[in-house]
């Protein structure tokens, strides 16, 4: 499915947003029904759970998704979204399609049913949620290893970095420290994926801490 644009502009805050997710989330048929269970957003795209009930109460069944205690399935569903003109748009796909934006919440996807495909697409979305919320949220100070080197706008590459930060204006932005060079980069949270704390600053001011983290090198 492409992309719907709302032109009446019925929809311009983020609790219309949320109302209108629920909105396309929730529908029935003389079957089943569906009704959203959660929504969160993360950047400007929606992620949702939505549960799958059958109007006489009998037991789902899906050749998707195994069925739970209480009779229903819960799938994922992505919806991107972004303002073109004023006018709120979005481009919605099930978990099953794959989609390539995987930064739903963990306790978003801990709603879902189990699946019975265990090579699907849908398990490889979860798993990369899953691994985008185990990137670790590092604290100033930090001394970290990348997973690889990250090449920089100059050619040059980077592996080993302490997380500190800089200002614009009033604001603090994260950034880091390059150990060889002593230059600051910015890093997306991706380039940290798979990355290793070599030493704490917490640690340094902790002599417990501090020996622990020491036995891990």
Known sequence: MGWLFYTDRRVQTYADEKAEIARLCT???DRRKTELVKACKVG???YAAAKVTSIDGSPVE???YVTDADGSITFGAV???RYDDGCWGYKDMEESAG???SRAPLGLIELLSDL???DSYAQDWRQRCRDWAAIPDYQEGDRIKLAAPVTLTDGSTCQIVTAT???R???KRRCYRIEETGGLVRLSKASLAGSELLSSAKGAASPVLAEYLAGRE
Do not use: C
Request: charged share 30%; hydrophobic share 15%.
């Open 27 to 29: 529908f029935e048929s």
């Open 44 to 46: 400007s795209t929606w």
């Open 169 to 171: 204006g009033r604001q």
């Open 62 to 64: 899906d050749t998707t």
């Open 165 to 167: 930060h800089y200002r």
């Open 79 to 81: 919806f991107l979204t």
């Open 99 to 101: 989609p390539n934006e």
């Open 116 to 118: 019975k495909d265990p």
